[in-house]
């Protein structure tokens, strides 16, 4: 089972104005794991939501979001066509495990006693993340910003 796909929507604007149209000239100037492994060459396509938002997806467990939590920047004007100030041009983001932890806020939780595997499920009953329990140690400790 695929975890499902998280949605992480930015703005851009220019001069103060959401600037639109302009997915095609986005891409991401860097895209790594807070390990510092390059993830630039499968980073995800951008795409428009309207009114100077823009969105990329990614789903845990898979090519780019295989490897812990990422950080990276947009370049919003990469041909320069839109003549984006650099405040405006470059947007930092962000993508990490725990924004599937907002789900647990309005949607179900469960966890295997046996196993350890936790699964976390949409409105619709739908299972949109599992965390699997691999091996068979008896504690797991997860220490902020070091990978596991």
Known sequence: MANSAIEIPF???QDGTGLTG???EMEFESLKSLAGVDKSGSAPAISEIGDGWYKF????GTVPFDAGDLVGVID?????DNRLANAERYIPVEVRLDFYAL??????MS???VTGDMLIKNVNDE???KLGMADGASELTR???MES
């Open 11 to 13: 703005y851009v604007s």
């Open 22 to 24: 302009a997915a095609g």
């Open 57 to 60: 997806s990614v789903a845990y």
């Open 76 to 80: 919003a004007d990469k041909d320069g």
């Open 103 to 108: 789900s647990r806020l309005v949607g179900k």
């Open 111 to 113: 966890q295997d006693k």
């Open 127 to 129: 299972t949109i993340l």
């Open 143 to 145: 220490e902020p910003g």
